[in-house]
Nanobody
């Protein structure tokens, strides 16, 4: 059984920063098999960032230059550093297992609100 737990969301002013964390409990093949998604109010869930199977990071064009993904294999965790936040970044952010035996497992999400 694998569970994903996100944390780090909150209320931040435009231009501010947040760092989201996703910790994996249980055993997955590779921390590279994790990705970040988000769902804004009234919109479909969209992919934000992740890793290729080879370990290279990929960032959605909509957040490129502002968001970065990182990982800590020793802690079975992936992180999403979000800088220069905009009101349109307001969403529930989720991590997901995108490859491997547990593909499709989602975390419960963490709410990010960007507002003055």
């Amino acid at each position: 059984q694998v569970h994903l737990v996100e944390s780090g969301g909150g209320l931040v002013q435009p231009g501010g920063s947040l760092r989201l964390s996703c910790v994996v409990s249980g055993t997955i093949f590779s921390i590279n098999d994790m990705g970040w998604y988000r769902q804004a109010p009234g919109k479909s869930r969209e992919w934000v960032a992740g890793y290729t199977s080879g370990g290279s990071d990929n960032i959605a064009d909509s957040v490129k230059g502002r968001f970065t993904i990182s990982r800590d294999n020793t802690k079975s965790a992936v992180f999403l550093q979000m800088n220069s936040l905009k009101p349109e970044d307001t969403a529930v952010y989720y991590c997901k297992i995108v490859r491997g035996a547990y593909v499709g497992v989602w975390g419960q999400g963490t709410l990010v609100t960007v507002s003055s």
